[in-house]
């Protein structure tokens, strides 16, 4: 019954904002996150980064539908008062519905098999004419060719970090294993982590780990300020960075 569910005011709900102390908002429901934060498949940073905050927009954007079954667990007891969705949470949610409908967020499997023919293809025309080739234009060729085959490497590591290059979970997996850590040589794993708090706080100086690059490069003289990197501040009462709708939109799915 209405008089036997417990509130809690948004003031309430973001003095739980700190490690070990997380609770998050979705669709008016509170969960406690602190113990979970440490196994979240998407890293530890973007629970801390939206902690204390209604994340309903965020879950739905970066979760697939299967998640929704283990939030019971995580919750409170406690919902929202007076818990509302804004104007542009609305429009939002309305767009990736009309999008989902016309199947915009379906994998292209001939897509991805074109793009994985095509890299294959240039690392075989480099090691031919490296290894077979003794012509100076040829290995300056390989050399350009080489790079055109590193940079469509990483694109299909950041495709298959979101999961949409292959039609199962493990053979996005298998793909990003040898895009990210063999071909381009960077851990998938630590770039899935630091790339998920990106596209939650996409382009925030406070929290986006992608323009973290101090001391070798500094995006802003605002970094100068301080060497190590802040929580997020930059979201609005959604608990959503300004730039997440639009980032939200074209990863979903």
């Given at each position: ?5 417990k ?61 929704w ?38 994998n ?28 100076l ?35 996005n ?74 980032e ?6």
């Amino acid at each position: 019954m209405e008089c036997d569910k417990k509130y809690i005011t948004i003031q309430q709900l973001e003095q739980h904002n700190k490690p070990g102390d997380l609770w998050v908002s979705i669709n008016g429901k509170v969960y406690n996150v602190s113990d979970w934060s440490k196994y979240h498949p998407g890293g530890e940073t973007p629970l801390l980064n939206l902690a204390g905050k209604d994340v309903t927009d965020a879950f739905t954007a970066y979760h697939p539908a299967t998640a929704w079954q283990y939030l019971n667990k995580f919750f409170t007891g406690y919902r929202l008062k007076d818990y509302k969705v804004s104007e542009v949470s609305k429009d939002y949610r309305n767009l990736i519905h009309e999008f989902t409908k016309a199947g915009m967020f379906e994998n292209k499997g001939h897509t991805a098999v074109f793009t994985l023919t095509s890299v294959a293809a240039m690392f075989g025309f480099v090691f031919y004419g490296v290894l077979c080739c003794n012509s100076l234009w040829v290995h300056l060729c390989s050399a350009m060719v080489l790079g055109m085959a590193w940079i469509q490497s990483a694109y299909i590591g950041h495709d298959s970090g979101h999961y949409i290059v292959m039609s199962g979970h493990g053979w996005n997996k298998l793909v990003q294993l040898i895009t990210g850590n063999c071909l381009t040589g960077i851990s998938i794993a630590w770039w899935k982590w630091t790339h998920n708090a990106h596209h939650i706080a996409c382009n925030s100086l406070d929290c986006d780990p992608d323009l973290q690059h101090i001391p070798v490069f500094a995006v802003s003289s605002w970094l100068f300020n301080s060497m190590a990197a802040m929580e997020a501040r930059d979201v609005n009462n959604s608990g959503v960075s300004k730039n997440f709708l639009w980032e939200a939109v074209t990863i979903h799915g």
